[in-house]
Nanobody, 124 residues
């Protein structure tokens, strides 16, 4: 069992930056692929970023590529999402997720554990 707690959300102006953190419980954090997803009101939860167990591989959709960076510190059981050049359309609740896989994953079905989410609001 893995428990995930996100932090770092908030209100920021367009063009600004935020860094989200996701702290995981347990001693097996390094055996999980990690991902970030987001969900805006009235929309489905969508993929934002994924990182492999050892951090060697990352994956992003075109909508955030070049602006967002996922990273992890296995010694601290934490995964991060650095978000730069934020846009109003990035406004959503952001969730981190853990999956018992080796690589990077886009689909929600590849993730077994989810955090409760943190709100990110980007004003224009």
């Amino acid at each position: 069992q893995v428990q995930l707690v996100e932090s770092g959300g908030g209100l920021v102006q367009a063009g600004g930056s935020l860094r989200l953190s996701c702290a995981a419980s347990g001693r097996t954090f390094s055996s999980y692929a990690m991902g970030w997803f987001r969900q805006a009101p009235g929309k489905e939860r969508e993929f934002v970023a994924s990182i492999s167990r050892n951090g060697g591989n990352t994956l992003y959709p075109d909508s955030v590529k070049g602006r967002f960076t996922i990273s992890r510190d296995n010694a601290k059981n934490t995964v991060y999402l650095q978000m730069n050049s934020l846009k109003p359309e990035d406004t959503a609740v952001y969730y981190c997720a853990a999956g018992q896989g080796t690589y990077v994953y886009i689909s929600r079905t590849n993730y077994d554990y989810w955090g409760q989410g943190t709100q990110v609001t980007v004003s224009s």
